[in-house]
Each structure stands twice: as structure tokens, then as C-alpha cells.
């Protein structure tokens, strides 16, 4: 670190950029390193250009950014994590490419593999940091954001404006991890960022803190979206709609809103204290002073793994609902759902010690952690059979997300087995920090979270958009994905049997070649499918009208949100629903006639539209840039701004947008009327174009 | 909109008395604070001082709570508050049990810490 800090620009100046480096020496690591910087410097532009182009900016300002609407915030979610999960895919791409050619190299002087071995310990950190924190949680909390209030008769979230603010929060941190690429560089700790090493003393410069300032901005975020989607599940259901009459989709959000709550803090603490320890002089996790670095390893992993089932828990809500849709039949053995759902947010909680067993505690300790994690198995297993029983003796379809169920039910139990596995910590000290640990974890998340996720962004995607997402598409990505984590993943654990470490720029072993050269595939694999993902969007884009679906109800479905058109109106539900049975549009459809329309109409308040979410957000980037530079005059101006615009806007009175009853009325009879003159179609013609978003409810059985 | 099920006061009936619990609460966790502060900075034993700033970070929170939250246990929400208290309690029990669990078993497993002479006899294989 340069000992000038400049009280205007702090520690930036020209040398930081990764063309320097490519200047200074052209090697295949710093040509990756400037290519990486240049595809985002180029991509900013293009967007921006495209934007003024398009003119854009109004619309998107006032329809988008400003919107306090839970739904637009979901789906800008859903659009931050699909950005995000190129850059990590295409990262991940180059993590298999750097090891199938880096048999060796750690004898020649000069030949370093395709990138250096510090920059590879770049890409293996923010390729899990944007895996976890920006690509699965804006994916499964935007997806909560569109369904939740939907399913639960709700007009919006409790908060909205504090939801736009989450959302910011969660942007300003992305941002800090991709304005990364251009200025300086990332940490090389991995994704877990354990000290020592983190400390100042080791990991000095900003790599460490852009790591510290994201993940802390960004966990704020996901906190305060937590406390949202709890209140919003206990204060907004429709009357009517008991606990147990809520889809199982509300009950594992209400699973990870709780989670999120207590779990959340915990990371915010050892973050906290990892950001005293480097900007302030304390000695929490060092050796010195009395400072315990295992205790870093203990707060984070308390916080960690609730996460692997904040991550999880809402796929399983999709598969849920998806297994029961797409079969016509009634979802099995709800309330053991339920029950499973509850066992597992609890049971998570006392199970991180077994993600460092062998940091050196007695053998009764990890035995107490291995039984508890193996204990959480079995609430696992009873919803697998769940789903299967769901299925068994339905018609079924195979769509995109029937592709993706079958997948995750072929690979996630292989995923669990693997992970019971890991639980006895005598085996976890053998393969621990080895390529099988990364083959687990790879195993659980790609197929638990990334396959439900997907599944979920086909099936509401008609309810966002008002058509549907092309199916040979939707089915050929989903395969893809399918082929890519085969291939990529499955090589790893007989690598990680042999001995391969985790994160190792290179080895000397050629055993290890053949099945790196099939990982390398998988991973070809998997950049096809990214592609393709891409391709159905811009396909389905393109057919948009033979795709449309404006009856709103294109898959037979059973849940409110299905009684909507599609796109769903701003306000949702033209009058909050009287909720009578679970799964309450199913049985309107048994008790014939689903599209009667509400006997009054009144005027709707809808929160109105307001920039606090953007201003905190660029308030939040701003303190987390300035703070990783060392630009202190920054630091102390965003610092204020943040309580300064939470003041100014407690001192306004803000009106709300009131939407008149005769609108309201004029549009939904326009779709009721609508509703009857659509030609019903059976579930069998369901992926042709005579689907316009009216099933044949003769034909519902669920 | 629909109407809340909250149970809550129209503004101009509770006005008084919510900003009268505001203030109590502000107050209040600014005396704790502040107390927390005057234990670190006296003479008093380091046992001591770590005993009372618990004390005072445990009273703290109740005041958080019970004033800027609203927890009551009477009142047409008590059954609620009551579930969340116990469950915040049962996962905090878990998250700090566990916690002194695996450190102090570290920390009885390091060289040259006090309390090394409770070794646990596995460790002194080697």
C-alpha cells in the first residue's frame, strides 16, 4: 500500500487498472484481466448508448428505478441476478479452463497456466462471493418479491419503500464487486474471507475490503428484506387465509424470512469485526492481543449455513408448487411439507461447526455437529418423496420445469447423500479442502437453487410479462444445465478422492488430466446453457404475440396469482380476495364460474412512487467506495447522506397514488370479458399457441 | 387497502403515549450506554466491568423492545410477542451456547492458554 494517501483521491491513482498490468507485461493472465475490465467498461457503454438511443432513461426512471412496487422489484431483482450469474458462469468457465491446462506448470519458471496463480485466487473468490451473495439471493428474493404478496391476497409488501431500499442496498454491493474488475483488485481469501490471512497484515490494499464493504452493504439489504417478507406473511394475508391455508411457496418465504433475520446479523458481526480489525487497529482475529482468528471461522459459518437453506428453502417452494401444477394434482402430504420446511429452518441453525471440523476441537464437539447435521437430512428426504408422490399417477407435462424438477430430484439426492457423507467428520478430515467439498456443495446448490430458480422464472414468467417463455428453448436450456453440472461437477469427486486440493492454480499429478478435461466440457456445457438462457428470453421476446397469455392462467393453476391477467395490474388483486380453502383459485374453478367479477369496486392507495431507494443505494456505493480507497472526505459525506435522506423523508408527508374505482373497474371487466371469450384450452394443448391463458376448468382435478 | 388487523390506535389516540414510550426508551438506552462506558473506563475489576456491560446490553435490549417495538405480553397481540420472545431466545441460546462450547473446547485444546492443564487426554497423543 502506497504511503501517500492523497486527501482528495486517497489510495487511487492510474496505476490500479488492469491495463497497467497488461502493459507492463502481456501474458495470458493479464489479457484476461483487461479483457474482463474492457467487456464491462464496454458493456456499461453500450448500455448506456442504448438507453439514450431507445430513450429510455424517462421510462425506465420512473416505471422501474422509482417503483416502490413489490413486483417490478422482484423482477429487477430476478434481472441483477441473471447479469450477475453470467459474470460468475463465464468465471466459473475460466476456474476449469486454468486447471485443465495446469498440469506442471508449478516446475517452470516462466509458464504460469493460463492466468497467475494470484489472479486465479481472484476468480475462485468472486466467482463464490457473486455465486452466493448476487446471483442466488437476488434470484430467490426477487422471486418472493413477485410471488409472495400474489399468493397471500396482498396488494404489495408491508414495506415497500424499505423494500426499494433493500434492493438498492443489494445493487450498491454487486456494483462494488464489478466496479472491482476495472479498479484494483478483489480479495484472494475465497469466498469465506478467513483471517489471518485477511487481516492487514497479510491481505493489505483493498481486495479484502471491496469483499468486506459488499458483502456488509449488501447483507443490510438482505436483512431488512427479511424483517419485510416476515411482516408482510403475518400482517397482509387476505382474510381468510390461515397459516395453513397459505401455499407451500409463502411458507418456505416465511422459512427464509426468518432465517434471514437471525442469520443475516451474524455475518454483519464478523464482517464488522474483520473491518475493525483492518481500518482500526483491533485484534479480534489476530494473533496478537488476545485476538482468536477461530472465532471468525465460528461467526461466519453460524451465519453461513442458514444460508445454504435461505438459498434452498424457496426452490423447494417452487418445486412444490411446479410438482402439484404441472402434474393436476393436489400437492402431497402438505402439512409434512410444512412441517419439513419449519424442521429444517430450525434444525439449520446447529449445524455450522461441520464446516470447520478439522479446525482442531475435540471429537465430542464434532460428533454433536455431525449427528445434528445428518438429523436435518431426513426433513430433506420426507420432501423429495413428497414431491415424487405429487407427481405419481398426475399427467404429468414435461415442460421447462418438469425438466428442471426431474433433474434436481436425479441430482440433489446424490448432492444430499454426499453431504450425509461429509457429516461424519472422520471422512471429513480425509476429503476436507479437496475437489469432492467443491463437488458437494456444487451438487446441492446448482440443482437445489439454480435449477429451482430457473424453474420459477419459466413458470411466473407469463404472470410478469404476459407471455410465455418459448419451451423448446425453456427444455433445451434446461437440459443444458442438466448436461453442464453432469459433466463439470461429477469429475470433481473422483478428483477430490485422488487428492486434488480446492482452489489450486496448479498440480502435478497427470491422473488428474482425463477427468479435468471432462470437467472442462461440463464447463463448455455450461456456458451453452448460459447461452441458451439468454436465447429463450430473446426468442420468447421476439414471439411474444403468439406466446401472449392475457387470460393470466396459462398453466391450470391453482393459487391466487393465477386469477389475475397477465401482465398482472400494479394493484394486483382489483379487490383483496375472500379466501375460502387452500388453494382457493382451485376450488373457485371446482365451484365453476373462477371469473365472476367482485360485486364493487373502490379506489385503490398504491405507495407512491419515490428515488429514497436510489439515493440511499447511491449513498451506500459511495460509502463503500470511498472507504475501500480510503477517500476519507467521501467517506464522512455518504456516511451523512444515508440518516439525512431517512430524515428528510420523515419529514415530508407523502400522499399516496390512489387509483380511481372506475379504473379499476373499466380494466378488470375489460379482462373479465376477456376471460369468456377466450377459446378454453386442455392441458394437452397447453404448449401451443391456442394457450391464451385460459385453461379448461372442467379439466382441473388438482 | 385493506384494514389492518394490528390492532393498532388511530394516531391522534396514541400520539401521547407513543411519544412518551419513545422517549423513556431513548433515554434509557442512552443512561445504559453511557453506563457501559463509565465500567470500562473505572477501576473496577475486569470481571466485573464485563458482568455489568452484559447487564447493561441485556437491559438494553428489553428497553429496545419493550419501547421502540412494542412487545407487550397483554394486548391482543401477546400470544404472538410471547412465540417471538421465546424463539428469539432459543436460537440466541443455540447461536451463544454453541459458540462458548466450540471456543472454550479450542481454547482448552491450545498450547500455552490458561486452562491447558485440562487437556483432554486425545490431544496429548502426539
Known amino acids: ?702 | 387497502m385493506t384494514k389492518p388487523n394490528t390492532g393498532e390506535l388511530s394516531p391522534e389516540q396514541g400520539a401521547r403515549e407513543e411519544i412518551k414510550s419513545y422517549a423513556v426508551g431513548f433515554v434509557a438506552s442512552l443512561l445504559l450506554t453511557a453506563g457501559a462506558f463509565v465500567a470500562v473506563l473505572s477501576d473496577l475489576p475486569s470481571t466485573i466491568a464485563i458482568v455489568l456491560i452484559c447487564v447493561a446490553a441485556l437491559l438494553q435490549i428489553i428497553t429496545h423492545l419493550r419501547n421502540f417495538l412494542h412487545l407487550s405480553f397483554s394486548g391482543n397481540q401477546s400470544r404472538e410477542d410471547l412465540l417471538l420472545v421465546l424463539f428469539s431466545a432459543a436460537l440466541l441460546t443455540i447461536m451463544a451456547g454453541g459458540t462458548w462450547y466450540i471456543m472454550s473446547d479450542l481454547s482448552a485444546r491450545m498450547h500455552g492458554t490458561p486452562g491447558t492443564s485440562a487437556m483432554p487426554h486425545d490431544a496429548a497423543n502426539h
Open chain 1, 1 to 702: 500500500m502506497s504511503q501517500d494517501t492523497s486527501p482528495i483521491f486517497g489510495n487511487l491513482n492510474w496505476n490500479v487498472t488492469p491495463y497497467t498490468d497488461l502493459l507492463r507485461d502481456v501474458n495470458s493472465s493479464t489479457i484476461i484481466g483487461a479483457g474482463a475490465a474492457s467487456v464491462l467498461v464496454l458493456g456499461a457503454i453500450a448500455t448506456l448508448a442504448l438507453l439514450t438511443y431507445m430513450r429510455w432513461w424517462g421510462p425506465l426512471y420512473r416505471n422501474w428505478l422509482t417503483s416502490p412496487d413489490a413486483k417490478k422489484i422482484g423482477i429487477m431483482y430476478i434481472v441483477l441476478g441473471l447479469v450477475m450469474l453470467a459474470r460468475g458462469v463465464i468465471e466459473g468457465f475460466v476456474i476449469r479452463a486454468q486447471q485443465a491446462t495446469a498440469l506442471g506448470t508449478l516446475t517452470q519458471e516462466h509458464k504460469v497456466g493460463l492466468v497467475a496463480p494470484d489472479h486465479f485466487a481472484q476468480l475462485f473468490s468472486t466467482h463464490g462471493t457473486i455465486m452466493i451473495f448476487f446471483v442466488a439471493m437476488p434470484l430467490l428474493i426477487g422471486l418472493i418479491n413477485f410471488v409472495l404478496p400474489q399468493q397471500l391476497g396482498a396488494r404489495d409488501m408491508a414495506f415497500p419503500v424499505l423494500n426499494q431500499v433493500s434492493l438498492g442496498l443489494t445493487a450498491a454491493g454487486a456494483g462494488l464487486v464489478m466496479i472491482s474488475l476495472l479498479i484494483g483488485q478483489f480479495g484472494t481469501g475465497g469466498w469465506t474471507m478467513y483471517p489471518p490471512y485477511t487481516g492487514i497484515d497479510f491481505s493489505p490494499g483493498e481486495g479484502v475490503d471491496y469483499w468486506l464493504w459488499a458483502i456488509l452493504i449488501s447483507g443490510m439489504g438482505s436483512t431488512l428484506t427479511g424483517m419485510n417478507f416476515a411482516v408482510t406473511i403475518f400482517k397482509e394475508r387476505a382474510p381468510g387465509m390461515h397459516f395453513m391455508r397459505m401455499p407451500l411457496f409463502c411458507w418456505t418465504s416465511l422459512c427464509v424470512a426468518i432465517m434471514l433475520i437471525y442469520a443475516m446479523p451474524a455475518l454483519t458481526v464478523s464482517s464488522g469485526m474483520l473491518m475493525l480489525d483492518r481500518y482500526a487497529g483491533f485484534h479480534f482475529f489476530t494473533n496478537a492481543a488476545g485476538g482468536n482468528m477461530m472465532n471468525y471461522a465460528n461467526i461466519f459459518w453460524m451465519f453461513g449455513h442458514p444460508e445454504v437453506y435461505i438459498l434452498v428453502l424457496p426452490a423447494f417452494g417452487v418445486f412444490s408448487e411446479i410438482s402439484s401444477t404441472y402434474s393436476g394434482k393436489r400437492l402431497y402430504g402438505y402439512t409434512s411439507l410444512v412441517i419439513a420446511s419449519m424442521s429444517i429452518a430450525v434444525i439449520s441453525f446447529t449445524v455450522w461447526l461441520h464446516h470447520f471440523f478439522t479446525m482442531g476441537q475435540s471429537a465430542g464437539v464434532n460428533i454433536a455437529f455431525g449427528i445434528a447435521t445428518m438429523i436435518i437430512g431426513i426433513p430433506t428426504g420426507v420432501k423429495i418423496y413428497d414431491w415424487m408422490a405429487t407427481m405419481w399417477r398426475g399427467r404429468v407435462r414435461i415442460t421447462a420445469p418438469i425438466v428442471y424438477l426431474t433433474g434436481f430430484f436425479l441430482l440433489f439426492v446424490i448432492g444430499g447423500l454426499s453431504g450425509i457423507i461429509l457429516a461424519n467428520p472422520s471422512i471429513d478430515y480425509q476429503v476436507h479442502n479437496t475437489t469432492f467439498l467443491v463437488a458437494h456443495f456444487h451438487n446441492v446448490i446448482i440443482p437445489g437453487v439454480l435449477y429451482g430458480m430457473l424453474a420459477g422464472i419459466h413458470y411466473w414468467f407469463p404472470k410478469a410479462f404476459g407471455f410465455r417463455l418459448d419451451e423448446t428453448w425453456g427444455r433445451r436450456t434446461a437440459f443444458l444445465f442438466v448436461g453442464g453440472f453432469v459433466f463439470t461437477f461429477l469429475p470433481l469427486y473422483v478428483l477430490g478422492l485422488m487428492g486434488m486440493p480446492r482452489r489450486s492454480p496448479t498440480f502435478q499429478n497427470p491422473d488428474f488430466m482425463p477427468w479435468m478435461y471432462i470437467a472442462a466440457f461440463g464447463a463448455v456445457l455450461m456456458l451453452c446453457a448460459l447461452t441458451s438462457l439468454f436465447w429463450t428470453f430473446f426468442t420468447s421476446y421476439r414471439n411474444r404475440m403468439a406466446l401472449a397469455v392475457p387470460g393470466g392462467d396459462p398453466w391450470n393453476g391453482s393459487t391466487l396469482e393465477w386469477s389475475t391477467p397477465a401482465p398482472v395490474p400494479e394493484w394486483t388483486f382489483p379487490r383483496i380476495p375472500y379466501v375460502a380453502a387452500r388453494d382457493d383459485w382451485g376450488e373457485r374453478k371446482r365451484a365453476g364460474d373462477p371469473w365472476k367479477a367482485p360485486q364493487q369496486y373502490c379506489d385503490i392507495e398504491m405507495p407512491a412512487n419515490t428515488a429514497h431507494g436510489l439515493l440511499i443505494a447511491g449513498a451506500a456505493f459511495a460509502l463503500g467506495f470511498a472507504a475501500i480507497w480510503h477517500i476519507w472526505w467521501l467517506v464522512i459525506l455518504s456516511f451523512l447522506a444515508i440518516p439525512g435522506v431517512l430524515a428528510l423523508r420523515g419529514m415530508r408527508v407523502i400522499e399516496p397514488k390512489v387509483i380511481s374505482a372506475a379504473e379499476v373497474r373499466e380494466t378488470d371487466q375489460r379482462f373479465r370479458h376477456l376471460a369468456t371469450t377466450l377459446a378454453p384450452i386442455t392441458r394437452a394443448e397447453e404448449e401451443s399457441e391456442r394457450n391464451r391463458g385460459v385453461p379448461d376448468i372442467s379439466e382441473f382435478a388438482g
